[in-house]
């Protein structure tokens, strides 16, 4: 780990984006807006698991952001897919519009 960072503000910076992210899926009526916080929150974890492997010499960190980018790309795919869909049919993204899927 370079020196002009240390451990304890990366760590600090990867909660910051998941509260970041958490906010935005909380607050947020928009489903792209929902879709890049989940993104966002994804990715604090994955600076998190190679901070963390990093600092204790271990290859695992790095094998599990495999792993979530891959998860992220799919959930992103499909994620995408559905708003369009929503959208073709409703014309309207906000989460709000969508609460009763019975009606379309």
């Known amino acids: 780990m ?4 240390s451990m304890h503000a990366i760590i600090v910076l990867g909660f910051v984006l998941f509260s970041i992210g958490i906010v935005g ?5 928009n489903l792209i807006v929902v ?3 989940v993104e966002i929150m994804l ?19 790095q094998i599990m952001v495999l792993f979530v980018m891959a998860i992220a ?4 795919a499909i994620g995408l897919a559905l708003v369009i869909v929503l959208y073709r049919n409703r014309r309207n993204i906000m989460a709000d519009s969508i609460q009763n899927l019975k009606d379309t």
């Open 73 to 76: 790309a799919a959930e992103a």
């Open 35 to 37: 879709l890049m916080s």
């Open 2 to 5: 370079p020196d002009f960072i």
């Open 43 to 61: 990715n604090s974890v994955n600076l998190l698991f190679v901070t963390f492997a990093r600092s204790f010499n271990e290859n695992t960190g």
């Open 25 to 29: 899926v909380i607050t947020r009526r």
